[in-house]
């Protein structure tokens, strides 16, 4: 394999690993402004929760507990696991072609 094809795969890895990793990064962010009692009027908690409800929104409620800090926990704590453990294998799969 010639070294320019190493390099792009490299690239590309680095950026699925990144992508994977902001988006944990923000849902993780958010579970920390809501089991803070964080102000959702501010600017930067507002924008965080509405991009971690667009991005677990597929995981939406499929956690009902009465607690409310362990169902935020778990629904937005699931797709960030799901998200890093996807693009960590999707990233280490492709730096091996």
Known sequence: MSRRMHDSNNGAAKAIV?????TALILGLW????????NRANDLVSAVHEASLW???WSHDL?????????TVLNFGLPAVVYVLIGHSLAARIRRL
């Not at 990144?18 to 902001?22: F, Q, T």
């Not at 579970?31 to 964080?38: C, T, V």
């Not at 956690?63 to 169902?71: E, G, H, I, P, V």
């Open 18 to 22: 990144i992508i994977a990793d902001c």
């Open 31 to 38: 579970i920390l402004f809501a089991l803070l009692d964080a």
């Open 55 to 57: 991005l677990a929104g």
């Open 63 to 71: 956690f009902t507990m009465d607690t409310a800090w362990l169902r």
